[in-house]
Nanobody
Framework: QLRLVESGGGLVQPGGSLRLSCAAS????????IGWLRQAPGKEREGVSS????????TYADSVKGRFTISRDNAKNTVYLQMNSLKPEDTAVYYC???????????????????WGQGTQVTVSS
C-alpha cells in the first residue's frame, strides 16, 4: 500500500527554519520524482519544490528560491525540505506527493501529482 507521511511542521518565528520530512513506502521510491506543495487558507495550491527520482534535478518556485532546499535519501525512502528565512507568507499546509508517471522529471504543477500525503502544518508568526 502506497503511503506518504509528512512530519516536521510547527510554529516558527519569522526568519526561523524548519526541516520537513516525507517518509514513503509501498512503491518504487527511487524511480519516482517527489514534490512538495502547499496550500494556505483561501489560496490556490502552490508547487513549492520538486526533485527527480535520483536527486540530480531540482526545481523551486520563485517565492522560495534561495531559502528552501529539497533533497532525498533513497536508502531511507525519504525526501526533505529544508526551509530557512521563513516568512509569514510561507504559512500553509505542506504536502509531499508522487509525480505521475510520464509527467516529466520534476513539476510544480499540482495536477501532475498522483499520490499525496496527509500534510503538515507550517505556521510562521511572531
Amino acid at each position: 500500500q502506497l503511503r506518504l507521511v509528512e512530519s516536521g511542521g510547527g510554529l516558527v518565528q519569522p526568519g526561523g527554519s524548519l526541516r520537513l520530512s516525507c517518509a514513503a513506502s509501498g512503491f518504487p521510491f527511487d524511480n519516482s520524482a517527489i514534490g512538495w506543495l502547499r496550500q494556505a487558507p483561501g489560496k490556490e495550491r502552490e508547487g513549492v519544490s520538486s526533485i527527480s527520482s535520483k536527486g540530480g534535478i531540482t526545481t523551486y518556485a520563485d517565492s522560495v528560491k534561495g531559502r528552501f532546499t529539497i533533497s532525498r535519501d533513497n536508502a531511507k525512502n525519504t525526501v526533505y525540505l529544508q526551509m530557512n528565512s521563513l516568512k509569514p507568507e510561507d504559512t500553509a499546509v505542506y504536502y509531499c506527493a508522487v509525480l505521475g508517471y510520464g509527467l516529466g522529471v520534476t513539476s510544480l504543477v499540482g495536477d501532475d501529482y498522483e499520490y499525496w500525503g496527509q500534510g503538515t502544518q507550517v505556521t510562521v508568526s511572531s
